[in-house]
């Protein structure tokens, strides 16, 4: 049983401390993850200059001395083509429900224009943004439907539509960095088995965020747990198993404090993530990890220790004495 355990957190919070920490604790990613929201091409292009400052390039060397890979995990899709661009090429973008092309959130995934403008956009990014073992994840907009309803989209569901726009992405990746993997993200609306077959280079990114945090994902009291966990073995058997990532919520301490600063002090819920650590072994994902934003040096002025990290990647010695 092999497994890598990461964390994303907001880029500007990555210190020294925090790699020693992750380090100790055993974490073998860090992805850097721009905040979602509203207003994520603005984020996402602060992090492209973030990227180019020394004092960031440092830090992520040392991050890398240490066996720690570096990734980026990003709602894109609005830097990738941006809401400039409706003015002049409305059809490019989503139409809404009652009939109107919109602007906000996503685009027509049937424009063959918007997905070559996609392409291109995503081809630029390659040698720019941390995506250590080609690993990339350039998601949709943070919005829990985001479909087009135009008359060629309206029988696709919103995961198919998320799927077509991942690969219009991986394609553009793979014109400049020919082993580029992307994720699909199975989130919220896209928490379903898409039936459009994925491209060789797409892998799953499970984020169940519209759980129960203070029960584990397999707990049959809990619904609205059943119903996240419901799709995942038929999402591993599409999509594979290598590469396969869970993305989950035990150390988001963004979420915790309503994405406003200043941040809470942190509840884990440890014995929550432990049970749902095994269970995500057992099912098979690659990847264990978890948000872990709003846990920088404005965190530990206010509250003297980061909490446990290592209580992420002990979570799965337990299993494994079990298994051995
Ligand atoms: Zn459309």
């Not at 994303?8 to 721009?34: M, N, R």
Request: proline share 6%.
């Amino acid at each position: 049983m092999c497994a890598c355990f990461g964390v994303y957190i907001h880029p500007e919070e990555l210190d020294e401390i925090w790699i020693d920490e992750a380090s100790s604790a055993g974490i073998g990613l860090v992805a850097f993850h721009p905040a979602g929201g509203e207003n994520t091409a603005d984020s996402f292009e602060r992090f492209l200059h973030l990227t180019e400052e020394p004092g960031f390039q440092s830090l992520m060397e040392k991050m890398r001395q240490k066996g720690i890979l570096a990734e980026t995990a990003a709602h894109a899709l609005s830097w990738l083509l941006p809401r400039e661009e409706f003015e002049a090429h409305p059809d490019w973008f989503r139409m809404d429900e009652t009939g109107n092309r919109v602007k906000a959130f996503n685009c027509c995934p049937s424009s063959l224009a918007a997905m070559a403008y996609l392409e291109d956009r995503a081809a630029a990014l390659v040698g720019k943004i941390p995506a250590d073992g080609h690993r990339y994840h350039l998601w949709t907009d943070d919005v829990a439907v985001g479909a087009c309803s135009c008359e060629r989209c309206k029988g696709l569901t919103p995961a198919d539509q998320s799927l077509l726009l991942t690969h219009a992405i991986l394609r553009g990746l793979r014109k400049a960095d020919p082993e580029a993997k992307l994720s699909f993200l199975a989130y919220h609306g896209t928490m379903e088995l898409p039936g459009v077959m994925p491209e060789e280079g797409v892998y799953l990114e499970y984020a169940p965020m519209d759980r129960e945090y203070d029960k584990p994902l397999t707990d049959p009291d809990s619904e609205k747990n059943r119903k996240q966990w419901a799709p995942v073995s038929a999402l591993l058997e599409r999509f594979g198993k290598e590469d396969a990532t869970v993305l989950d919520y035990w150390y988001d301490n963004s979420l915790q404090s309503g994405w406003k600063k200043p941040p809470v002090k942190l509840k884990l819920e440890q014995a929550v993530m432990e049970q749902d650590v095994r269970d995500d072994l057992s099912a098979g994902f690659a990847y264990i990890t978890t948000f872990a934003c709003y846990l920088g040096a404005d965190y530990r002025a206010l509250y003297p220790e980061l909490p446990d990290l290592a209580a992420l990647t002990k979570a799965a010695d337990s299993m494994m004495k079990k298994a051995e």
